[in-house]
């Protein structure tokens, strides 16, 4: 069966960076968009960004454009650079079918396009 499983995140001073990486195995890659969402206590689910594993097209959210990166080689990574106290927060791996990945940040309902989700793994960032 699908299996998402994250690992690298931690606590670091702001200013800081943090490496995630998502090992997937179960599905077939190709035919679906990878993805990094996260959560903080009291809040909704949202999204930070994705990758096409046909085009390798990359689509970030806006508050994270410019200091994440995500990538896809033999696992799922983002690399997070100049992290907040905003950045805080539970980060789960996702995989959703390729169609949606354009548009998955940004839908008030995307995390409903999901059909795999990792367990997560926390990110603290102290001020």
């Known amino acids: 069966q699908a299996q998402l499983v994250e690992s690298g995140g931690g606590s670091v001073q702001a200013g800081g960076s943090l490496r995630l990486s998502c090992s997937a195995s179960?599905?077939?890659?190709?035919?679906?968009?990878m993805a990094w969402f996260r959560q903080s206590p009291g809040k909704e689910r949202e999204g930070v960004a994705a990758?096409?594993?046909?085009?390798g097209q990359t689509y970030y959210a806006d508050a994270v454009k410019g200091r994440f990166t995500i990538s896809e080689e033999s696992s799922l990574d983002l690399q997070m650079n100049r992290l907040h106290a905003e950045d805080t927060a539970m980060y789960y791996c996702?995989?959703?079918?390729?169609?949606?990945?354009?548009?998955?940040?940004?839908?008030?309902?995307?995390?409903?396009?999901?059909?795999?989700w990792g367990q997560g793994t926390q990110v603290t960032v102290s001020r």
């Open positions: 996702a995989a959703l079918p390729d169609v949606f990945c354009p548009t998955v940040l940004f839908d008030l309902y995307g995390t409903r396009r999901v059909s795999y």
């Open positions: 179960g599905f077939t890659k190709n035919d679906n968009c």
């Open positions: 990758i096409s594993s046909r085009s």
